[in-house]
């Protein structure tokens, strides 16, 4: 037997619901955690639906299963994608057909598990080490599901077995939580100024990307190595799974509580630049300002290290930055703008909401001419929640205001707790820390929680 993925209960109730619709066949997204050991399976979001409910007619009505077109899959999977934070994204695809039609369309399914996972590796700053993808299928006559994986580097492997079995286990994730304050002057090159605003962006912000990856954590006054050791002991992840056990109706009935644990990230001073690099002198016609502080948050499940909670972390920063940049490039081409020699972008800010019944949380972005039923619509369709705006927690960022865009962002508005400075110190004593995010005091995130970009001519 091969990989083992765990889906929790929720995902059982969810696959009867398909089956009560009655619909001859479905297809859509399997999210959830990968890791060395086993999947994690939280939610199941049909593609159908999406394109059932489609107002706008810009995706292709699929009367058949044999019609389904990759790019609607692709399409819908990259939506989801920005609604994912940290720890949770796409491992596979599933189908609910006859038996008959499951059999005849392998090659098609495979086609588009493959197709899928290309497209969204394609604004992954860093590849994950899993390969592996499933591919659910589930009989819509006798209710029997096989799964099968694909190991996405090898174009060419087949499906190996893998078990797949129902248990509860939403209560068994941490969430991490930090918040990342960016302050960054890109240069636009005279050769640059024909570029789009987003490949502008997408250059400019490389170093910033690798600086995040390459950055020191710290929890709770702990510094986070690659030791294999998780973000709690064994024998209170054993209690807290215990206390847990004891409350399971209520659990089901109000949702779980996830420990959050609050990060914090340093970089070592010097690191932006390699040893020996030189310094080029280059002829700019203009700069972007990217100013602000943005919120960031992940789950892991509790059998993951704590080096791996934390890359998980490091990746919802990184994804975060790079949707909003879409976002905002995907905004003003629709409003066909010229860009003025002094302008200011206000990136979307950042909303979470909680699949029903649990703490997992999704996100979602809102424009300042968007309200939070906007926000709602949004995730009920992409996602297949049933939320409303009462459901949307709006208060980890709010609208920058003219002054958070003239002063800097200062150290000490922002830190609630200091990292344990004697620890990295009796590391490596000569080395100084650069702080790069972490908690925010409860007022300071009320005046602090923004992001602005500007971008302006060089004189």
């Not at 993925?5 to 066949?25: H, M, N, P, T």
């Not at 909401?353 to 906007?374: A, G, I, K, M, S």
């Not at 009920?380 to 800097?408: K, Y």
């Not at 602005?452 to 004189?459: D, K, R």
């Amino acid at each position: 037997m091969g990989r083992t993925l765990v889906a929790d209960l929720a995902v059982q109730r969810r696959i009867e619901a398909f089956a009560a619709e009655g619909k001859s066949w479905n297809i859509g997204l399997v999210v959830g955690q990968l890791s060395s050991e086993k999947d994690y399976i939280v939610h199941l979001i049909s593609s159908k639906t999406v394109i059932e409910n489609d107002s706008d007619g810009n995706l292709p009505k699929d009367e058949s299963l044999e019609g389904v077109n990759d790019q609607t899959i692709i399409s819908h999977s990259r939506q989801v994608k920005r609604m994912l934070i940290g720890g949770l994204e796409v491992v596979g695809i599933f189908v609910i057909a006859e038996t008959e039609s499951l059999k005849t369309l392998q090659g098609k399914f495979r086609q588009i598990l493959f197709s899928v996972h290309k497209a969204l590796g394609k604004s992954d700053f860093a590849q994950s080490c899993h390969s592996d993808r499933c591919l659910l299928q589930i009989c819509s006559r006798t209710k029997n599901l096989t799964c099968r994986t694909f190991n996405m580097k090898d174009p060419k492997s087949s499906a190996e077995p893998c078990e797949w079995k129902f248990q509860k286990t939403i209560d068994s994730f941490l969430r991490l939580s930090t918040s990342f304050t960016l302050e960054s002057v890109i240069p636009v090159t005279s050769v640059a100024l024909s570029h789009t605003l987003q490949k502008q962006l997408t250059s400019g912000l490389q170093n910033i990307y690798q600086n995040i990856w390459n950055s020191l954590a710290t929890v709770n006054d702990r510094v986070i190595e690659d030791d294999g050791r998780p973000i709690i002991p064994k024998v209170a992840s054993e209690q807290n799974r215990g206390r847990a056990g004891r409350k399971v109706a209520k659990d089901e009935e109000q949702g779980l509580h996830l420990e959050t644990f609050d990060v914090n990230l340093l970089q070592e001073m010097g690191r932006e630049f390699e040893a020996g690099d030189e310094p080029v002198t280059q002829e700019c016609g203009a700069k972007l300002v990217v100013r602000g502080t943005i919120s960031s948050q992940a789950v892991a499940h509790v059998k993951l290290s704590a080096a791996e909670a934390v890359q998980a972390l490091k990746r919802d920063i990184i994804a975060s930055i790079v949707a909003r940049c879409e976002l905002l490039c995907d905004d003003l081409l629709q409003a066909e703008e010229e860009q003025d020699v002094r302008v200011l972008y206000e990136m979307p800010l950042r909303v979470y909401c909680c699949l029903p019944h649990t703490n997992v949380r999704f996100c979602d972005y809102l424009f300042q001419d968007e309200t939070l039923d906007d926000s709602a619509d949004r995730l009920r369709l992409l996602l297949g929640i049933d939320v409303t705006a009462d459901d949307i927690d709006a208060s980890a960022e709010r609208i920058p205001e003219e002054s958070d865009l003239l002063r800097p962002v200062k150290e000490a508005e922002v830190r609630k707790t200091r990292p344990p400075l004697e620890e990295l110190e009796a590391r490596k004593p000569t080395t100084a820390w650069k702080f790069l995010g972490g908690v925010f005091a409860a007022a300071a995130a009320a005046i602090l929680s923004f992001w602005m970009m500007s971008q302006e001519e060089v004189v």
